[in-house]
């Protein structure tokens, strides 16, 4: 989508700071970070929720976690532990609507999520 922010990084439009980045997902920092590691997790192909997932982008997601566990090592995080979400539409909090698998660490995360 010509008008989305994250499309615009999928294509080397807007120049994120990069953590990871393969055929069909690009890794990058929030640019507002919550937690000392704050990285959002691509589709480099445009999908605007959870809602619009297919059947056959299974595999897709399999390989957004699979890049936020290789991310979570690659900054340290992965034996204190981690938190992975997507948020969806309103309620959810979602505000960027290209799909993204937020990972967070560094601190201690707080159960129940506000
Ligand atoms: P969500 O509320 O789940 O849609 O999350 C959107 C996330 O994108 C927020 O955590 C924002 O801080 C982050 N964000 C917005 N604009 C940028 C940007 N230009 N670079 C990096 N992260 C961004
Ligand atoms: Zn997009």
Redesign the pocket.
């Known amino acids: 989508m010509s008008d989305c922010?994250f499309c615009k990084m999928a294509h080397g439009e807007i120049k994120?700071d990069v953590v990871y980045e393969d055929d069909t997902v690009l890794g990058?920092?929030?640019?507002?970070p919550?937690a000392p590691v704050h990285v959002?997790l691509i589709p480099k192909r445009h999908i605007s929720t959870l809602n619009d997932l297919e059947a056959e982008d299974g595999a897709l997601i399999g390989k957004l976690y699979l890049a936020a566990k290789r991310v979570a090592a690659q900054e340290g995080v992965a034996e204190g532990g981690y938190r992975t979400l997507f948020?969806c539409n309103g309620d959810g909090?979602?505000?960027?609507f290209h799909l993204?698998l937020?990972l967070l660490g560094g601190r201690q995360m707080r159960w129940p999520p506000g």
């Not at 990058?28 to 507002?32: A, E, S, V």
């Not at 909090?93 to 960027?96: F, L, N, R, T, W």
């Open positions: 922010l994120p990058f920092r929030d640019i507002n919550q959002l948020n909090g979602q505000e960027v993204h937020h």
